[in-house]
C-alpha cells in the first residue's frame, strides 16, 4: 500500500533508521519549558545563584545514577554518552558563564539556557558532523538544569509504549525510559550517527529522522503509524489504514517467528555444501542478539565503537574486558575482532586528527594504528588476551600492501613478548587476517596470502574504491553496485588466492546480506559470510534453497556478462 493514499492518512517522510513498524500514540518529548519560565519569580542574585548550583548538584547526582544502571547493564556505549553529558554539568567554564549571566539577567533558569544556547552555537558551526551534533548534547545538559530548577517534571507515560516525537529529543529522555514503553521515535533532525539514534538503535526502537520542519504537523497525543524502513509516519491513519498495518505487524512477527525457527538450522546447499554465517558488531553486547538470528560466531567486531562516544582512549583494560566479553559469549565460535578503524566517516575528536580534504583516502584505520605504536599495542595485547577465553581473530583494515601486513606481524610478536613479560595470559593461537577492501589488496591477494591466516573481503569500501564512488552520496548511489563486474573479478580473483594457499576467505562487507550475492559467493568458494544480524535468516533461506552445482552455474553465466546492473536482474529472474 503507498503511504497517504488511503482515507484519512496523512503521509510525512523522513528516513528511517532503524527498521520495524510502531503503532501508537505521539508523545512530544523535548518538552517546551517556555510556560514555566515565563510564570518562574526569580529570587535575589545570591538566590539565583545558588539555585544553579542546587540544580547542577542534583543533576550530576541523576546522571551518575543513570550511569550506574546503564554499567550495570553493561550498555558502555549509553553510559558513555551521559559520562559525557555528566562532565559537561560539571565543566567549571559553563558554570561561571551561568554565574556571569545572573549578573545580566537576574534569572537563573534563563542564565543557564542562554549559556547553552551559546557554547551550542559554537559545535553547530563547525563543519565536522559528528561536533555539530554534540551541540545537542549541551542543550540537553541545559535544559536539565534548568528544569531543575523550574520544578519541571519528567514526561510520565502511561500503561501503553508511546512514539516520543521531537525536533530532537535529548539522548537522555529516551535513556530514562523503559524500552517497554517506547513503540517509536520520530526525529525532526538527527542522522544515524546522533546520539539518541544510538541509544534507540540498542533497544531496536523503530526510528525515523530528519522530518524537518513539517514535524508540526504531528499533534501531541495522535494515532500515528511509523514505518522505520520507508521512513513513513502516517498521521492519525484511517480504519483501513490501520488494518492494513496491523496486518504488516501481524506479518513482521510470523516472519520473526518462522526466522527463529532457522535459527538452530545450518546454512547448507541442498547438496551438502556448507557456508558459516556470521554477525558484524559493534560491541560486545550485541553477540547475545545476534546469537538469537542463528549466527554462528562474529565475522567483524567493529573495534572502532570501543573508541567513540567517550572522552579519551580506552586501556588495554577497558578494551580486554569489552574484547574477552564478545570473545566469551561466541563460546568457542569464531570471534574476529577489527582493528580500530577510526577516519573516513568515523571521527574520534580525542585524536585531533587535522581535516583532510579526502578523509577516505587520508589517514584513516591501519594507517593511524602503524603510527600510533601507543594505539595499537595496547589494542593487540587486549585482543590476545581476550583470545584465551575463546576463538579470537586479529582483522587489518585498509592494507594496500604486503609491507603493511609485514608490520602488523612485527607488531603482533612486539604485543606478544610485552606480555609476556609482564606475566600476562595471552592465546598464541589468534589468527591475523586481513580485511580485503582495497583493489590494490584484492589484486596482490596470491602475494598476501602467503602471509595472512585469512581474508575477509570488505565489500563497502572496496566498491567504493574499485568504482570511485562515494559510498555515502546518494546522488550517485545508482553506480554503487556490488554486482558490477569490476567488483565481481576482484572478489574472485581473491576467493582463489585464498585457495590456492589454503586459507579461508569470507566477507564481512554488506554484499554478504544480498541473498543474492550470496549464492555467487558461496560458488566462488568463500566459506564465510558476516553481515548485520537481521538479515542472517533471509540468506540462510536462500543458501538452502539452492545446490552448489546450480551455484557454479549461475556464476559461470554471470562472469561472462558485462554490465551490473544485467547481472542483478538476471539472478532477481532466476533465483526469485
Ligand atoms: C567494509 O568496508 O566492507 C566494512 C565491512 O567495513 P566498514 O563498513 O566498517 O568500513
Ligand atoms: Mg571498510
Known sequence: ????????????????????????????????????????????????????????????????????????????????????????????????????????????????????????AIFEQMDDPYFRERATDIRDVGKRIAKYILGVKEPEIGDDPVILCGHEIEPSVIANIPTDKIAGVVLGQGSTTCHAVIIAKARAIPTVVGIGERLAEIPDGALVILDGERGDILVRPDEMTLADYREKIKQQEERKAYYAELAPLPAVTTDDVRVELCANIGNHMDVDAALTYGAEGVGLFRSEF????????????????????????????????????IGGDKPLPYLNIPPEDNPFLGYRALRISLQRRDLFLPQLKAILRAGVYGKAAIMAPMVINVAEFKKVLDFVEEAKLELSHEGKAFSENVQVGIMVETPAAAIMTPELAKYVDFFSIGTNDLVQYTLAV?????????LYNHFNPAVLRLIQRTAQAAKDNGIWCGMCGEMASDPLAAVLLLAMGLSELSMSAPSIPRVKEKIRSVSSVQAKELLADVMKMEDGEEIKAYLQKVLA
Not at 323 to 339: F, H, L, N, P, Q
Request: a negative charge; proline letters at 2%.
Open 306 to 341: 570501543v573508541f567513540m562516544g567517550r572522552q579519551d582512549i580506552p586501556t588495554e583494560e577497558d578494551q580486554f574486558k569489552a574484547y574477552k566479553e564478545a570473545v566469551e559469549k561466541c563460546g568457542g565460535k569464531i570471534c574476529v575482532i577489527r582493528t580500530m578503524d
Open 470 to 478: 562515494d559510498r555515502g552520496n546518494s546522488s550517485i548511489s545508482y
Open 1 to 120: 500500500m503507498e503511504w497517504g493514499m488511503k482515507g484519512m492518512a496523512e503521509g510525512l517522510r523522513g528516513k528511517g533508521v532503524i527498521a520495524g513498524i510502531a503503532v501508537g500514540r505521539i508523545m512530544m518529548a523535548g518538552q517546551n519549558i517556555d510556560g514555566y519560565l515565563k510564570g518562574y519569580q526569580p529570587g535575589n542574585k545570591d538566590i539565583e545563584n545558588q539555585k544553579i548550583k542546587d540544580a547542577i548538584k542534583a543533576v550530576v547526582a541523576v546522571l551518575q545514577e543513570n550511569i550506574k544502571t546503564l554499567q550495570a547493564k553493561d550498555m558502555v556505549e549509553q553510559a558513555a554518552i551521559l559520562e559525557a553529558h555528566r562532565m559537561l554539568a560539571q565543566d567549571p567554564m559553563m558554570e561561571e558563564t551561568m554565574h556571569t549571566k545572573v549578573e545580566e539577567l537576574a534569572n537563573a533558569p534563563l542564565a543557564v539556557l542562554d549559556t547553552a544556547k551559546e557554547q551550542a
